[in-house]
């Protein structure tokens, strides 16, 4: 039993889907007794505009001083509404150097980032959730703005490709048994039966679809999700890298996604 809090670094670009992913961010807090820590990285060239080191020096001064009360801004209501200590971190430099090394100073259990078009993500050839799967084994939540978390209120949650036994992770078996509603199972077979089942995955009642494997499988599973409003979909990524293809998941599964990993 983990008996401090979970670490829950939260990746953030502070553009217009921040709000959501903080409070999505919140809302999982809450639920496993979590503490928060945004990231915002800021590239000098995005910054500085003459090669003089002294107009350098003034511009990253002020950009210092307008990131901070922007993140304070995002930050600061959304702690006072639900009552939770909200720390922030920023940093000027490259990107994905930024992020690996702070990455490698928080330690964090959970990484969170907003899903963005993959245009918006692109990295060095790479984008930012793949890099952050490549470094982080722990868990990843990627939160999308459609049907989001919302603090203290009750979740939907949807497991996929899992059998009976929940990944074993502790605050996933949390997460199902703080849910009023019927744990929903998708899974990917031969044959598909998407007619609602009742089984029980860690003695939770739970409704079962079945999808035939194939081309459409994922989109199949992303219409029902939707359906069903689901808030937060578990994948466990160790398992699904033997099935489906997980940058298929994230790509064409429109719901926040909890990814165990390692």
């Known amino acids: 039993m983990k008996h401090n809090k979970y670490k829950i670094l939260v990746l953030s670009d502070l553009k217009k889907s921040a709000k959501s992913v903080l409070k999505s961010t919140v809302s999982l807090a809450k639920m496993i007794d979590g503490e ?22 003034r511009s990253i ?18 702690a006072k509404d639900f009552d939770l ?5 920023f940093a000027f430099g490259n990107l994905k150097h930024e ?15 907003g899903k963005r078009k993959p245009k ?15 470094k982080h084994k722990g868990v990843i939540m990627i939160a999308t703005e459609e049907n989001s978390l919302q603090p203290n209120q009750d979740i939907s949650l949807g497991i996929l490709n899992q059998d009976k036994n929940v990944p074993n992770i502790n605050f996933v078996t949390e997460l199902i048994n703080q849910s009023q509603q019927p744990l929903k199972s998708f ?26 494997k194939g081309d459409n499988a994922i989109n199949n599973i992303s219409k029902y999700a939707s359906k069903n409003n689901i808030n937060l979909m578990c994948v466990d990524t160790i398992r699904q890298n033997k099935t489906i293809n997980v940058k298929d998941i994230i790509k064409k599964l429109n719901v926040s996604l909890l990814l165990t990993g390692e």
């Open 36 to 57: 928060i820590t945004l990231f915002h990285v800021i590239k000098p060239t995005d910054v500085v505009e003459r090669d003089s080191q002294l107009s350098a020096m």
């Open 61 to 78: 001064n002020k950009e210092h001083v307008v990131t901070n009360k922007n993140i304070e801004n995002l930050v600061m209501p959304i």
């Open 99 to 113: 992020i690996e090394a702070y990455i490698d100073q928080y330690q964090p259990d959970i990484i969170v980032l």
């Open 120 to 134: 918006a993500l692109k990295l060095t050839g790479d984008n930012l959730i793949d890099f952050v799967l490549k």
């Open 187 to 212: 899974k990917v077979a031969n044959t598909s039966n998407t007619i609602q089942n009742v089984e029980t995955i860690s003695n939770k009642e739970t409704i079962e679809y079945v999808f035939e």
């Open 85 to 89: 200590n909200i720390d922030y971190k």
